[in-house]
Every structure is written in C-alpha cells, then in structure tokens.
C-alpha cells in the first residue's frame, strides 16, 4: 500500500511540473457577438493563434495546422491582437479569410487576454494547450509561425499523451 501511494504522489508531482502553468482563462466574443469562454472548447488540444489582423501569413498558417489535424482532437483559435479593433473591421477580418468556413475560430482580443498571455499589440504569438480535466495547460509558446514543423511535433506529442 504504501509502494502505491508513493507512486501516486511521484505521478502527481510529475505531472505538476510538466503542466505547470494553467492556460488563463477567457471570455472574448465572436464574429456574432457570442461570448466564447477557453472552457467551451472540447477538443484535447488547442493552439491559439494570438496575431494582428493584417498578418496574412498567420492565417495561411493556421489554415495549414487545421488541414493537418483532426477537429475532434485539435481546435484551432485565432485571437486578434489589435486592441482597437471595430465590430465591422473584426467581422470583415474573419469573412474575408473566411475563417467560419475553414473550421478555425476566430476571437476579438482585449487587453485583459492579451496582458494575461504576455503578447503585446501587434505580436504573433502561439500557445500550444492541453486539456487536462477540466482545464487546460499550457505545454509551449512560439514567437512567430516560422517552424511550423516543430509546432506540429508538440501537438502530435501532446495527442500521444
């Protein structure tokens, strides 16, 4: 009994430094004004994809990482890095890329969610989640979208989890 306890305390202790830090969490809205909250995603992995809206590379990116992967398992959330973003501009944003279409999210950013990421106005940044119970962890940030082949190693390692 106690070789199983042990075990038990070694697997959480484990498991508290790999997935230290808890992803925030965030009510944004949609292009309809619907609130979306980090909780309502289902999927075991989720990348945010934190860019500015004229940054057509990010989303020919993200429409990449979402051909690539299955929408059961991974989600994929653009989330606006222009704090004075209008509800015109946003929605002409997400229908002119058309992200509804693609399967991809996208989310009106704030200054509370881009403060509580780290990711300045203007940045590209990306965090790679994963859901564990009820919440999700974050396992890795990159700065740009240029390896996109090392974006797609860690969620393939954090699907095999």
Known sequence: MKVFIKAIILIMITC???????A?????????NN????????????????TNTK??????????????FDEEKVSIVIITTNKDLS????????????????GIYALKGDNWVLKAYSVKDGQ??????????????ILKRF???DNIKEIK????SALSR
């Open 124 to 137: 590209t940044s990306i965090f790679i989640l994963k859901k564990l119970g009820n919440k999700f962890f």
């Open 87 to 102: 509800p015109i501009d946003f929605n002409t944003f997400v229908g002119k890329n058309s992200l509804e279409k693609s």
């Open 35 to 50: 609130s979306i909250k980090l909780s309502d995603f289902k999927s075991k992995v989720l990348i945010l994809i934190f």
């Open 153 to 156: 190693l860690v969620v393939e």
């Open 143 to 145: 700065n740009n979208l």
């Open 55 to 68: 940054n057509k590379l990010a989303i020919v990116k993200a429409k990449e990482l979402k051909r690539i």
């Open 16 to 22: 508290s430094f790999v997935y230290s830090q808890t």
């Open 24 to 32: 925030p969490n965030f009510t944004l809205k949609d292009r309809n």
